[in-house]
T-cell receptor, first 117, second 116 residues
Framework: NAGVMQNPRHLVRRRGQEARLRCSPMKGHSHVYWYRQLPEEGLKFMVYLQKENIIDESGMPKERFSAEFPKEGPSILRIQQVVRGDSAAYFC???????????????FGEGSWLTVV | AQSVAQPEDQVNVAEGNPLTVKCTYSVSGNPYLFWYVQYPNRGLQFLLKYITGDNLVKGSYGFEAEFNKSQTSFHLKKPSALVSDSALYFCAVRGPSTSGTYKYIFGTGTRLKVLA
């Protein structure tokens, strides 16, 4: 049973380019979460999605960042016109269906490390 | 709004000694509490969680955590530390947000260093 798959693991972008990070949840999981980890900092919640629906995007910057989880295919975190401050590790996690089952464990991928030069 | 605090940036302990990594939480309603461990350049690995029932929860790699409702704490413990336990540990809480959804909120992490 494959775990949460993220790619690319490492991505280098020049300022102003776009970064696309992909996340395939664990089999049977329909909820996806994106977190950002800055160097020497904790995990910051960005967005919570289920297929074709954004449940909570309260942690997403208002500009340049977007996320989707289409009916088919992986979840995508998109960062447009990247700046140096976007350099961070971006982690995806997934959980089984059921927003009301608060005891569900979320399982993390290995992360995507974005470096903006 | 829910929150979780890890008051120590770093904890040092000698190999073989007991370890404690502290976590306190704030959430409206019943808390759902989790501990994760992160090794360098890796994702977070689930250790254990508290949903309901016994206040002492046992998890992976010999770790356990004690839920204390009156002190709103969920400290991670291990009776005898190993050098290989050295890593970054995150406490997390799940509770309702202002939007009515239920997201997982993580602490800032505590770096555990076990000295040989």
């Amino acid at each position: 049973n494959a775990g949460v798959m993220q790619n690319p693991r490492h991505l280098v972008r020049r300022r102003g380019q776009e970064a696309r990070l992909r996340c395939s949840p664990m089999k049977g999981h329909s909820h996806v979460y994106w977190y950002r980890q800055l160097p020497e900092e904790g995990l910051k919640f960005m967005v919570y999605l289920q297929k074709e629906n954004i449940i909570d995007e309260s942690g997403m910057p208002k500009e340049r960042f977007s996320a989707e989880f289409p009916k088919e295919g992986p979840s995508i975190l998109r960062i447009q016109q990247v700046v140096r401050g976007d350099s961070a590790a971006y982690f995806c996690a997934s959980s089984p269906p059921g927003t009301g089952n608060l005891g569900n464990t979320i399982y993390f991928g290995e992360g995507s490390w974005l470096t903006v030069v | 709004a829910q929150s979780v605090a890890q008051p120590e940036d770093q904890v040092n302990v000698a190999e073989g000694n007991p370890l404690t990594v502290k976590c306190t939480y704030s959430v409206s309603g019943n808390p759902y509490l989790f501990w994760y461990v992160q090794y360098p350049n890796r994702g977070l690995q689930f250790l254990l969680k508290y949903i309901t029932g016994d206040n002492l929860v046992k998890g992976s790699y010999g770790f356990e955590a004690e839920f204390n409702k009156s002190q709103t704490s969920f400290h991670l413990k291990k009776p005898s530390a190993l050098v290989s336990d050295s890593a970054l540990y995150f406490c997390a809480v799940r509770g309702p947000s202002t939007s009515g959804t239920y997201k997982y909120i993580f602490g800032t992490g505590t770096r555990l260093k076990v000295l040989a």
